[in-house]
Structures are given as structure tokens and as C-alpha cells.
């Protein structure tokens, strides 16, 4: 905790205990819901750092990343629906980003033939090159915020979240 905690009253000490999830014990709630804020501040730390990077770095927006790496594993493109259903937003969400990028050159759409009303978006070669050095920068900042988390621990964290990914999905 930062600043004096002298001077901090106890009831605004509690509150930080449990939406930072520093303190471990009962008090600050039943072990899923410090298990849920401790993975969702994580989450925000390094989704800010991330976000905060492309835009000083690259003058562009995680949400055009997440767009362009999801164009990057489907040559063949993806219609506006099954961008949004995978990236999780709205359609009018990514037609605005992919019009963004369609300006730039780094994306084309076409009509699919089978339904005029819907379009795929794919990753020009220019679209392709910019996406390449976002993904490289990307992957060093994740493998600067992993450096100093032994190995070990990495793949006891993947193994947890991958039962707690099971343990969700059979909860419906």
C-alpha cells in the first residue's frame, strides 16, 4: 500500500484490501471473490500498460490491434459478425475500427457473394507489415511483464486458469 496508512481510516484500509486483494485472509472476502479481483487487477495492469504503449509508441489503440491480429489468423478474412462475436463487441463497434483501418491501407473489405448485405474485412500486404510490428513489440512488452515470474510458476498459473476457463464454462 502506498502513502501513509496511518493517516488512512480503517474502513477506507478494508475497502482497498478488497479491490487491490493484498491481504489474504477472510476479511476480505470469500477466497472467489479475492480470486476474481486479483485476476481482473491484473487484467487492468497490464491491459493499461499495454494500451498505454501502442499509443505512445505506435500512435494506435489496443482495440485496432485486437482487430488486426484476429484478421492475421484468418487469410481469408472475416465477415463484420464474426469479428465482433470473436473479439466480443458490437458490430457497429468494429465497422467503426475496420473503416479506420480501411482508410489507412490497412485493411479492404468486399461484399460477401452469397449475402451483398455483409462484408468480409481482410489485412492488406501493408495492413500485414503494420500488424507484424505491432505483434513483435506486443510480445516483448508481455514477455517484459512475465520476466521476472519464474517459468515454473508461468505454467502452474496457465495450467489454474485453464480449470478455472472449465470449471466457468460447465456453470454456464
Known amino acids: 500500500m502506498s502513502g501513509n496508512d496511518a493517516t488512512i481510516s480503517p474502513a477506507r484500509k478494508r475497502r482497498r484490501t478488497i479491490v487491490t486483494g493484498e491481504k489474504l485472509d477472510k476479511a476480505a472476502g470469500p477466497a472467489e471473490l479475492r480470486v476474481w479481483l486479483r485476476l ?12 498505454r504503449r501502442f499509443a505512445d509508441q505506435f500512435g494506435t489503440t489496443l482495440p485496432r490491434f485486437d ?3 484476429a484478421l492475421d489468423r484468418q487469410p481469408d478474412g472475416l465477415t463484420m459478425s464474426a469479428l ?4 466480443l463487441v458490437s458490430n457497429g463497434n468494429v465497422t467503426a475500427i475496420v473503416r479506420q483501418l480501411e482508410k489507412e491501407g490497412l485493411v479492404e473489405t468486399r461484399a460477401v457473394m452469397t449475402d451483398r448485405r455483409s462484408s468480409i474485412a481482410v489485412l492488406t500486404a501493408a495492413g500485414q507489415t503494420r500488424f507484424g510490428e505491432l505483434a513483435a513489440a506486443h510480445h516483448g512488452w508481455i514477455a517484459e511483464a512475465f520476466a521476472t515470474l519464474p517459468g515454473a510458476h508461468q505454467t502452474q498459473l496457465y495450467r ?4 478455472l476457463k472449465q470449471a466457468i464454462g460447465r456453470t454456464g
Open 67 to 69: 482487430i488486426m491480429a
Open 84 to 87: 465482433s462475436q470473436a473479439l
Open 160 to 163: 489454474l486458469l485453464g480449470a
Open 40 to 51: 481482473l487487477s491484473v487484467t487492468m495492469m497490464l491491459e493499461k500498460r499495454l494500451r
